[in-house]
């Protein structure tokens, strides 16, 4: 790993004035750390986002909504969003092991948007709003391209507001191996409707399944999507899975997520 | 260099660090502490599990700046005051469950953080929370004996010897 120049500001406004040029932000460094180590990112400084106490909590909203704070980990939102949104606690409950909980945060897993990372599926599953120091971004539009979001180079995740569905659920297919999700599929029932999002299967990133939102909204049971199947053209090929594996992946995963939802 | 203050296994330390520096050189180079062993240095191997401020993370994917005023807990540490190995360690040994124990003071530490908030666990809890563990040598029926028996439960309900 290549040198840099390390910083641990205490308020969002310090770590704002810190970014720019070569410089980073640094989460709990579950993703970047090891690309650093890599050499696939050569910053000239890190901003660490952990000693910022206004970046962490979670908390329900006067409007329904529910608000996670950007360096809030995966622990504490498997722990603490268990009453208030079970779905959310239950996916981070299951993201990497104990020790990646504790240290990987929801603004990291975001800004990086790993195309098979779960928490995009959630926010975009959500309909959430990604808050930062500079704006509010919606889940349909922060989103736009493997590893890629509309963040700019010195902008900071501070928060993101979850709607939180009437139910919900995400299963996803491990990677034994690295233990991301090969396909996950996040399923959210709403009064006016019902959102499906997919993560692990395109190469585009996350994306919304809009024919199984059609057919679920109108029948809330796995019979419902029964019909309907995903096109394989632009989903990931790999060794670990084919184009077509993967598409169907989607479907046998909407499924479970809808019976594990009822 | 940076000045990086930490308490490890009790004691007060500090040392000039890098930016770069990872928490698991830190312990290992500057302060001798070689128990904390690197394997993959990937994040996924946990032969580096250390506990910072209580809490299990794998050491050689945190920078050592980020543990500044930290309490750190290594597999040094564990031991009873007198030496004498404390109920995990001593579990271990009992139930085999370690073969070049390259992986033990990781397997040690997850065990411990599991027990302190899990006292408790079935075995499929044992198993689920070692899963940042790996062992190449005991096919885990050992460790997990080790955990069954360390947490005061039978053993004999893990199937293979």
Known sequence: ?262 | MSKVTMTVNGRATSGDVEGRTLLSSYLRDTLGLTGTHIGCDTSQCGTCVVHVDGKVVKSCTMLALEADGAVVDTIEGQANADGSLNVIQQAFQDHHGLQCGFCTPGMVMSAAALLKDNPKPSESEIRKYLEGNLCRCTGYHNIVKAILAASGQDVSVVAAE
């Open chain 1, 1 to 262: 790993m290549y040198n840099f120049e390390f910083e641990r500001p205490s308020s969002v406004d310090d770590a704002v004035q810190s970014l720019g040029g070569e410089a980073l932000a640094l989460g709990g460094g579950q993703t970047l750390i090891p690309a650093l180590k890599q050499r696939l990112n050569q910053p000239d400084k890190l901003v660490s986002l952990t000693g910022i106490s206004e970046l962490n909590g979670i908390s329900m909203l006067s409007d329904g909504r529910l608000s996670v704070k950007g360096a809030t980990t995966h622990a504490t939102v498997a722990e603490q969003a268990r009453e208030h949104y079970p779905a959310l606690a239950d996916l981070a409950r299951h993201i990497g092991d104990p020790a990646v909980r504790n240290r990987g945060t929801i603004g990291g897993s975001l800004a990086n948007n790993d195309p098979a990372a779960c928490y995009p599926a959630a926010v975009l599953g959500s309909d959430a709003t990604v808050v930062t120091n500079a704006r509010e971004i919606s889940a349909s539009d922060f989103f736009t391209g493997m590893f890629a979001t509309v963040l700019s180079d010195n902008e900071i995740i501070t928060e993101v507001r979850f709607q939180v569905p009437s139910s919900a659920n995400y299963q996803k297919f491990l990677q034994p191996a690295s233990r991301f999700a090969l396909t996950g599929v996040f399923v959210a029932k709403f009064a006016d409707g019902v959102r499906v999002a997919v993560t692990g299967a395109s190469e585009n990133g996350v994306f919304r399944w809009a024919d199984a939102e059609s057919a679920l909204s109108a029948n809330f049971t796995q019979s419902a999507v029964e019909n309907s199947s995903v096109s394989p053209d632009g989903m990931i090929s790999d060794l670990h899975g084919s184009a077509a594996y993967r598409a169907s992946l989607v479907k046998t995963l909407t499924k479970r997520a809808v019976a594990a939802a009822s």
